[in-house]
């Protein structure tokens, strides 16, 4: 029997993360064995935001209080490692793992670029990038500029401020003013 197969057996052909039942498919665990162990069942969309970081969608994952329980060590290394993404340290505090177990999820996660590099975090702790669309999640009057950010306001093509991860730059009503990370949601 394939992996795949005994997959959908041991999943009842669900998502083994968020349970959906259509484009299902293997993800391999990052530095497991390539074994039915160390793989899950998982859809189109899982997949998608597992294997590319720009793509995630933060709503999609409030599964991850549930799969952070499972006792399959696969699926908990994978919430494990989408926690970090998203930066749910509070989640990532209460899980339990053997001490293998914890090696293997230790193993898996990207290595940390360079310490001293900023990381910019929205109001909710996701990371945002040059580029990025973002979305004022309070009325911010603009100073010296007489008019006020609205909330729900889109500020789009966003740049990073050097050496301070707590601003971000952007056009809001035409005029290229910084906002702070933490009055921000990313789209």
């Given amino acids: 029997m394939s992996i795949e197969q005994e997959l959908m057996n041991r999943a009842n052909s669900q998502c083994e993360l968020c349970t959906a039942t259509n484009d299902l498919s293997v993800y391999e665990v990052p530095a497991g064995d390539n074994s039915v162990n160390s793989s ?4 189109a969309t ?21 799969t952070m329980w499972s006792e399959l060590d696969a699926i908990k290394v994978v919430s494990y490692h989408m926690m970090h993404k998203l930066y749910k340290q509070d989640l990532i505090d209460m899980m339990y793992f053997e001490d293998d177990v914890k090696v293997w999820a230790d193993k898996g996660l990207p290595e940390e670029a360079d310490e001293d590099a900023l990381v910019y975090r929205d109001s909710n702790g996701v990371i945002i990038n040059a580029g990025d ?53 990313k789209m």
Avoid at 40 to 43: Q, R, S, Y
Avoid at 135 to 148: T, Y
């Fill in 40 to 43: 899950v069942l998982v859809c």
């Fill in 46 to 66: 899982c997949k998608e935001q597992l294997n590319d970081d720009t793509k995630i969608d933060e709503s999609h994952w409030h599964c991850l209080n549930d």
């Fill in 133 to 185: 669309t973002v979305v004022v999640n309070k009325d911010l009057p603009v100073k010296g500029a007489g008019f006020v950010a609205k909330q729900g306001t889109a500020v789009r093509n966003i740049s990073l401020v050097p050496n301070d991860n707590t601003h971000i730059e952007g056009r809001v009503n035409g005029v290229k003013i910084q906002l702070k990370t933490c009055f921000l949601k």
